[in-house]
Structures are given as C-alpha cells and as structure tokens.
C-alpha cells in the first residue's frame, strides 16, 4: 500500500511507524519528500476582487510504501516528521 501526505513547508526525515496496535507501532517506514510547483492561475477575470498572488506556489508532498501488509487486518499508522 502506498500513502501519502501534503505538508505545508518542506521537512526532514518523514516516515510513518505502523503496527497492529496503537499503543504498538513497531515498524518504522522511511517516506520520500516530493515537492510540486503549480502554476497559479489569476481568476479575477470571473471575480471582481483582484488577488496578489505568487506566479507559482509550491507545495510539499511525502510519499511511503507499506509492503507485506496482511490482507483482512487491521493497521495502525502515525505520520512522522522533524
């Protein structure tokens, strides 16, 4: 299974612990920080209201594989960064 999460600046060392219980999440999986420049798009042709705005604006993604999950059982996750 792979997951991912969007942050709001970029971070250091994502991973995610999983486990079959919450109060034991054993394994600890590294998660790869991705990040995504999208243009911005001006809308103040259908909104009067002008809008100051970045040309571009940059957002920050991480990404983790989870291999050898059990089919049927439960997982529980924490999502980790410094």
């Known amino acids: 299974m792979n997951i991912s999460w969007q942050l709001n600046a970029p ?3 994502p991973f995610v612990r999983i486990g079959t219980s919450p109060d034991e999440l054993e ?5 790869e920080l991705v990040s995504l420049t ?3 798009v001006d809308v103040t ?3 009067s209201v002008p809008l100051l ?3 571009e604006v940059e957002q920050w993604y991480a990404h983790a ?3 050898r999950l059990a089919p049927g059982e439960t ?3 924490s ?3 410094i």
């Open 75 to 77: 997982y529980y996750l």
């Open 53 to 55: 705005a970045p040309a």
């Open 79 to 81: 999502l980790i960064h």
């Open 27 to 31: 394994q600890r999986v590294a998660a």
């Open 38 to 40: 999208t243009p911005f």
């Open 65 to 67: 594989s989870l291999d």
């Open 11 to 13: 971070v250091s060392n």
């Open 45 to 47: 042709a259908v909104d």
